[in-house]
């Protein structure tokens, strides 16, 4: 159980973990329980502290039947001692969540798989094969002289990026910054503009960048090139693409593999990170892979350290075993090799666990809504509302505490697994 | 409850102990005087043909923090073929050059290491690397916090800012990050890289600040001498690998003007130019610096031949060795204009002759130091090696027949041109014991580690006295952390999570106006964010203790 710290009535420096920038400059009011933004809040932050407030009153399920915490953790134990091979799944938690996922896991022989990992590998496998030249926020704000946004308009899943990274006046060498925003795909939806930003949209089709990529790098390197065109845009427009990151003083190229849902598109960021390596020749010039929403870059983190390895390792044989493939959860639910699984959803009510016929043992938030109601239900806190906890921020570089900003009775996802780990060990 | 390690042959160099034969007394994890005749004696082990030292202490070693992870991330390969086994007490991770934080423990504990210090620990990223050494079971830890290619650090060398202002910041900054000391890493070269600058020379001016990497080294070795801090400024110097960086090593040295200096993987920054392939040992030089200069420290940062990866905050000489990449894939960051990173795997051949010098040029470097008190066994995990080859290092130190054979394996030119096998030195269990235990304590200002004096913690490495020096030092018979046996027979018994020892020195809180000035306007994090809290420190090392060790002034 969380502590009861006593909670001023106004918060400043709040640290957000609604998405993977974890802006911590939040002015937040909490007058009377009720957790309300005062400024620094995007639309996401102010959706999900406002959603944190109409919450409350669900309390452990068992089979849908109220319970307590104890026996709720004590009939999760007993399902997981009789698991073969359980899955940990979800894991949108924060540092302290991942650490006790981690000891469940190898504790039970389990399987470690974050909810975002589909999307999360298209960057682990390209860091595996060839590695990457990449930037963090402070230098974007301070250095860029030239975005390239790859694929999507980061705002709608980083909604402060541009304000907080490319829009400041100032930087560290000088007044009235301008940066050049480029963005290879649909750009900002019809309508919406960025504040301060006025970019170029080259419309190219997303899924043939990798493509477009290989054209910039053969026009870099000075290759003759036959192609006249690449994902649908004449050769001219990549050729003055190419001039313009030539003679950027810290261009960076931006992505947000979750903007990339197609095959193979591991290849696409592979590309995409070999071209800024070679620009890196002569130049300056960065990567700035763009993610760690729901926790993702936090498990990541943290499973990596322990073990060497990040999401979809097994502990099954007693070694930590990682596979792409084979230890997906969808995968191991839908190929019957899973027979228990345990779904940890802190941060978002909407991210419910699969349809699975298997039992499951949901960690979630107190909202969360059903198809088939799970073995046990044990509704957690929300970090950085609930109670206090640590997210890494999109860069892998710098985790920021969360502070807690409401009375709460809710458990951590941390506090919920130990007890869960107390049971098994009783039994 | 008190224990008698009654007869060992011990080891205790701090005392002036050298393999006397000692009955010694731990009560209550620390080590006791002798008890009076009628006391009750819990425990006895009869150590006798055993050597007993404390326990050692890696003073220079990439255990955690974002750039281990970066290299964990980019190499299954080498996890996969190195797995560790979950067992009752011990959680499953992996071994060899990026190893899990959990094997991390077990392993050096498994050595009879018993404290390691992390030498680079960026400001922004210091969260996570005390998040990892709490998670590094079994020793002892600390950090050194990285300053020197910072922006706030240059801006106010260029303002002319007053080093008592300077003295603050540095202060505010081991107080923030918890850490025991000061790191300087291509001292200005790392800003200078993001303005796309890819050398860096002594004193050479700054592309945008100005200073000289001259300058920033004396500023900050005056920052860390003024306010006490029982640790030397902790140098990687400018021209890292580069051929001919001899005269930097040798400027860098002198550029501390007296005051005490330490020069880390020192083997790494000790090359010439001399020869066909303009490429050669210098050891003999910077040797015979530091042995005329009472100064300076320095750790040797040892090559040995295999697979393993290179993990630097040094982002300009990553780059530059970024070529070399084997298996071919690296990673290089800019880092919050705070630092930078680069991480490049790399495998050690006997048969290159550039590996095959390097090999010598450290070895050169242990035999021709004459004062075992200021050179550190280090291959600078994992940079030079992982810190597991350890035991074959000290072989090749104590044993010269053994060192010889080696040698004739090399690259023949690289034989050619090294004269370590003119060098007759074999090094001591006694001078062994002052480089693993006894000096590095010293260097830290640890007051009760590395020695076996009443009061002394009781981390106690018991040996079996094996003429193969190499098989004594891998499997130690019993190692005691604090007063309890964790290890028996190169094997982990018991799990313990050590302590963390930290240094906290005064400062004048009105930088804290100025940091968060700069934090609100520059950066993408708030000042107050940058410092850890107690709690903190507390939950990340699984309660384990926090000990501030007092500056001198
Ligand atoms: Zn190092």
Redesign the interface.
């Known amino acids: 159980m969380p502590a009861s710290p006593v909670i001023p009535e106004a918060v400043s420096?709040v640290?957000c973990p609604f998405c993977g920038l974890v802006c911590?400059?939040l002015e937040v009011s909490t007058a009377a329980g009720r957790v309300t933004v005062q400024a620094n809040g995007c639309a996401l932050a102010l959706a999900a502290f406002e959603r944190g407030n109409s919450d409350g009153g669900t309390g452990p399920r068992i089979d849908g039947v109220p319970a307590s915490l104890a026996d709720a953790a004590a009939t999760a134990a007993r399902l997981l001692l009789g698991s073969r091979l359980p899955v940990i799944g979800g894991l949108a938690t924060d540092?302290?969540g991942a650490?006790a996922a981690g000891?469940l896991a190898?504790r039970l022989g389990g399987v470690l798989d974050h909810m975002n990992s589909a999307t999360f590998l298209r960057n682990?496998m390209v860091?595996?094969?060839?590695?990457?030249?990449?930037?963090?926020?402070?230098?974007v704000?301070?250095?860029a002289d030239l975005l390239i946004v790859a694929g999507g308009d980061v705002v709608s899943r980083f909604p402060r990026f541009f304000e907080?990274?490319i829009a400041n006046g100032?930087?560290?060498?000088g007044e009235g910054r301008t940066c050049d925003v480029i963005f290879l795909g649909p750009g900002v939806p019809a309508g919406s503009t960025i504040p301060g930003i006025v970019p170029t949209v080259i419309p190219c089709d997303v899924t043939q960048l990798a493509a477009a990529f290989g054209l910039l790098r053969a026009l870099l390197a000075g290759r003759p090139v036959q192609a006249e065109s690449a994902a649908g845009m004449p050769l001219a427009t990549w050729r003055s693409l190419v001039e313009r990151m030539k003679v950027a003083?810290?261009g960076v190229m931006a992505w947000a593999a979750g903007d990339f849902p197609f095959p193979h598109a591991e290849l696409t960021v592979q590309s995409l990170c070999e071209l800024v390596?070679e620009l890196?020749l002569e130049?300056?010039f960065?990567g700035l892979p763009l993610g760690g929403s729901d926790g993702d870059i936090t498990a990541?983190?943290?499973h990596?350290?322990?073990?060497?390895?990040?999401s979809r390792t097994s502990?099954g044989q007693?070694?930590?075993?990682?596979d792409a493939y084979h230890h997906s959860t969808a995968r191991l639910l839908a190929r019957g090799e899973a027979d228990v699984l345990v779904w940890i959803s802190s941060l978002n009510e909407a991210r419910t666990p699969p349809p699975t016929s298997i039992p499951t043992i949901v960690l979630g938030c107190t909202g969360m809504a059903f198809e088939r109601e799970p073995a046990v239900f044990i509704p957690v806190g929300t970090p950085g509302l609930d109670h206090a906890g640590?997210l890494?921020r999109t860069?892998?570089?710098?985790?920021?505490?969360l502070q807690q900003l409401r009375p709460s009775t809710l458990p951590s996802v941390a506090d919920v697994l130990a007890a869960i780990h107390a049971a098994l060990e009783e039994s | 409850m008190l224990l008698k390690l009654k007869g060992g042959r011990v080891y205790d160099p701090a005392n002036g102990v050298d393999g006397e034969i000692r009955d010694l007394y731990v009560r209550d994890g620390q080590i006791a005087s002798t008890p009076a005749p009628d006391e009750r004696i819990d425990r006895e082990y009869d150590l006798g043909g055993r050597v007993v030292m404390a326990g050692a202490i890696d003073m220079h070693t990439h255990i955690g923090g974002g750039k281990m992870n970066i290299a964990r991330a980019m190499l299954p390969e080498d996890h996969r073929a190195d797995p560790v086994a979950r067992t009752a007490i011990t959680r499953a991770s992996c071994g060899h050059a990026a190893p899990g934080t959990f094997a991390t423990g077990y392993r050096y504990a498994e050595m009879g290491y018993t404290a390691c210090f992390e030498p680079a620990i960026l400001p922004v990223n210091a969260r996570q690397a005390h998040l990892e050494m709490g998670d590094t079971p079994m020793v002892d830890k600390g950090g050194y916090v990285m300053l020197g290619s910072d922006d706030f650090l240059l801006r106010l060398m260029a303002a002319g800012e007053d080093q008592k202002l300077i003295n603050d910041y540095v202060a505010w900054t081991l107080q923030a990050t918890h850490c025991i000391g000061i790191k300087v890493v291509n001292p200005g070269g790392i800003s200078a890289f993001k303005f796309n600058q890819r050398t860096m020379q002594l004193d050479e001016a700054h592309p945008f600040y100005g200073v000289t990497p001259r300058d920033i080294l004396r500023v900050l070795s005056r920052a860390v001498h003024e306010l006490g801090v029982p640790h030397p400024l902790h140098v990687h110097s400018s021209n890292l690998g580069v051929p001919g960086n001899v005269d930097t090593t040798l400027g860098t040295i002198r550029a501390s003007e007296g005051l005490p200096i330490h020069l880390t993987h020192i083997q790494f920054h000790s090359y010439g130019t001399e020869g066909d392939r303009k490429f050669s040992s210098a050891a003999a030089r910077v040797a015979e610096a530091v042995n005329s200069t009472p100064n300076a420290s320095c750790d040797v940062g040892q090559v040995l031949f295999g697979q393993t990866v290179t993990a630097s905050a040094d982002s300009m000489s990553q780059q530059r060795n970024s070529g070399f990449a084997n298996p071919p894939k690296y990673v290089v960051m800019d880092i919050e204009c705070d630092a930078g990173c680069g991480v490049v795997p790399f495998k050690y051949r006997d048969r290159n002759f550039v590996n095959a010098l390097q090999w010598a040029v450290g070895l050169e470097i242990f035999l021709l130091v004459n004062d075992p008190w200021r050179v550190f066994l280090t291959t600078d995990h994992p940079n030079g090696a992982p810190f597991t080859t350890y035991p074959h290092l000290i072989r090749l130190l104590m044993d010269r027949t053994f060192r010889n054979e080696r040698l004739g394996l090399i690259h023949p030119d690289a034989q050619a041109l090294t004269t370590v096998g003119s060098i007759d030195r074999e090094y001591s269990l006694y001078e062994i014991a002052i480089l693993t235990r006894a000096a590095p304590a010293k260097l830290l200002g640890l007051a009760d580690l590395g020695h076996l004096a009443p009061g002394a913690r009781a981390d106690i490495t018991v040996y079996r006295n094996d003429p193969d020096r190499e098989r004594m030092f891998s499997a130690p018979e019993y190692v005691f952390k604090d007063g309890d046996v964790v290890v028996r027979d190169g094997k982990v018994v018991k799990v313990t999570w050590g302590r963390y020892h930290r240094v906290q020195p005064e400062y004048d809180h009105g930088i804290e106006r100025r940091l968060k000035d700069h934090f609100d306007r520059y950066q993408t994090m708030r000042a107050d964010h940058m410092r850890i809290t107690p709690d903190e420190m507390h939950a990340f090392g699984h309660g384990a203790d926090v000990v501030t060790h007092p500056c001198r002034r």
């Not at chain 1, 860091?127 to 230098?139: M, N, P, R, V």
């Not at chain 1, 100032?170 to 060498?173: A, E």
């Not at chain 1, 860069?395 to 505490?401: F, K, N, S, T, W």
Request: a negative charge.
């Open positions: 420096n640290a911590d400059d540092v302290e650490r000891r190898d682990t860091l595996q094969d060839s590695g990457w030249i990449a930037t963090t926020l402070s230098e704000r301070n250095r907080r990274c100032d930087t560290l060498f003083r810290y390596k890196n130049g300056r960065s990541d983190a943290v990596l350290w322990q073990t060497g390895f990040g502990f007693g070694i930590p075993e990682n640590h890494f860069d892998r570089v710098v985790a920021l505490p």
